[in-house]
């Protein structure tokens, strides 16, 4: 029928143009190419991350700092590195009026995706700058285990990066979108930021590897419901 025909021509009209996994590809290839071109997150990350050490080096000057305050140091600083850098992967789009966009163009899962593979290598590349600068200025912290430390710093960098895109996405539906991001980042990522501080003082403590599994296991479940969670909810999120 006639009528029939016009809804389902609507309906195909409403549709994302492009499929999941090319979807996926753009954005992460969009928001690489602002930040290439911006570089707003990369810079505030780099002048946080120069801050914060030099006020720690000041602080610990001459003072020897044992292994477990040197491994919540260093990921206090990772976090709240994160908290100044990826709070505005979602916020820009709302700012920009580039939701409405993406929501007819691309599926909600693509979104996601792509949103976390830009936020994954961003701050894979942070850590990586932080756990450089961070052995060179502290010389209490050595590594002495590096198999326990490089799976702590791909798990609790990966946890970190899923859960901080989903948060991101929550509020930048709300209002007061600075303040609340930290606020309400934290009690999610704690127990993420406790397996990743005891894995990473083990591993500078010379612990075996199986005395690391405990956190291990907490780690990779993190990531496992963290990123399920966000997958089942986020469509509701986007489209609200």
Sequence with gaps: MPGSDCSSLKMKRLRPILSPMRGAVAIFSKDLNSELRTRYALNSLIMFVVVTLSIILFSTAGETVSPSLSAGILWIIVFFA???????????????????????????????????????????????????????????????????????????????????????????????????????????LLPLLMGVIDATRLSVEGATFGEAAGDFKILLSYCVVVTTVSVMLFDFVWRD
């Design 82 to 188: 994160a908290m100044s850098g990826l709070s505005r992967s979602f916020v820009s789009e709302e700012e920009r009026g580039t939701t409405m966009t993406l929501q007819l163009w691309v599926e909600p899962s693509s979104v996601l995706v792509g949103k976390l593979l830009f936020n994954s290598l961003l701050i894979y590349v942070l850590n990586l700058m932080i756990i450089v600068a961070y052995m060179l200025t502290m010389p209490s912290f050595v590594v002495k285990s590096p198999l326990i430390f490089l799976i702590t710093v791909v798990m609790g960098t990966f946890g970190l990066s899923a859960a901080s895109t989903f948060i991101a996405a929550i509020i930048s539906k709300a209002n007061s979108k600075g303040t609340l991001y930290p606020v309400l980042s934290f009690p999610i």
